[in-house]
């Protein structure tokens, strides 16, 4: 979603964006994730670079080389520094982690955990449905439901989930073909089997340390593989939507 947000953002023009991340990401979608820059130096998606940048020097270069800058700085403490007119918290742990109103001139909040007019000044509907991408200017998202969204009918048998503890060691890579029942990868010793047929759409970095229950992957039953390399339709719903935040907001 956060990729999303600043992809769209980029190609309106609105080009001097930094993404904050943890040191170690654990994306699924790692194919349309600008994360992934953490790890690689570098990552684009449908055209758009970003690249991994070390302190502010190294930001404000991202920008005149026309890319999007990502930093490591999970607790934001860069942001002084940037001073930023825009704030989006993206990160969408369905709940406030800490984020204020005062961090910038304008702050928007991803889903529920935000209640718009008190800790952000609008909070964008992540749930699937007739309300997704509404921009909330008073009170809260829908509570998350904890179902994964249904692709033609499959939802959380999409899902791949760690069984344990430990260290998941992928068999597949993302964009592959995989049969129901057919092992994807494994955490430890304990393999982890597709729910259903079709192409393994996202996957978390083979080597990360995972707890029960964590979301490892997913596949898509449509079996098409460009959508393993393209923002979904509904990450291109809420970004929409906070660029509209951002324009109504300035435009007021």
């Known amino acids: 979603m956060a990729s999303a947000v600043a992809w769209r953002l980029f190609m309106a023009n609105l080009r001097r ?22 790890v690689d ?7 758009v670079k970003a690249v991994f940048a070390g302190g502010i020097d190294a930001i404000k270069a991202c920008w005149k080389g026309n890319a999007i800058a990502v930093a490591v700085d999970p607790c934001w403490q860069s942001l002084s520094m940037i001073r930023p007119d825009v704030v ?3 990160i969408l742990a369905k709940k406030n982690l800490g984020t204020k109103m005062n961090e ?3 702050v928007i909040g991803l889903g529920p955990g935000f209640s718009a007019g008190k800790d952000v000044h609008f909070v ?3 749930n699937r449905g007739h309300n997704l991408g509404r921009i909330i200017t008073s009170g809260v998202a829908e509570p998350n439901t904890g179902i994964p969204g249904s692709i033609e ?3 959380e048998e999409r899902v791949l989930r760690a069984p ?3 260290i998941f060691r992928a068999q597949m890579q993302i964009g592959d073909s995989v049969e129901k029942d057919e092992v994807v990868g494994v955490v430890n010793e304990t393999k982890v089997n597709a729910g ?12 990360s340390s995972v707890i029960r229950g964590l979301k490892l992957g997913d596949i898509d039953p449509r079996g098409d593989k460009r959508y393993c390399y393209t923002i979904s339709d509904k990450a291109r719903a809420i970004a929409g939507s906070v660029l509209e935040g951002i324009l109504r907001y300035y435009n007021s």
Not at 22 to 38: H, L
Not at 41 to 47: A, H, P
């Open 17 to 38: 964006i930094v993404m904050l991340e943890i040191d170690s990401p654990s994306a699924v979608r790692r194919e349309v994730s600008f994360c992934e820059a953490v």
């Open 41 to 47: 130096g570098q990552k684009e998606v449908e055209g």
């Open 88 to 90: 989006v918290d993206a």
């Open 104 to 106: 910038a001139e304008l």
């Open 124 to 126: 964008i509907e992540t």
């Open 153 to 155: 009918g499959y939802s």
């Open 164 to 166: 344990g503890d430990g």
């Open 196 to 207: 259903i047929g079709g192409v393994v759409r996202g996957l978390i970095r083979s080597g």
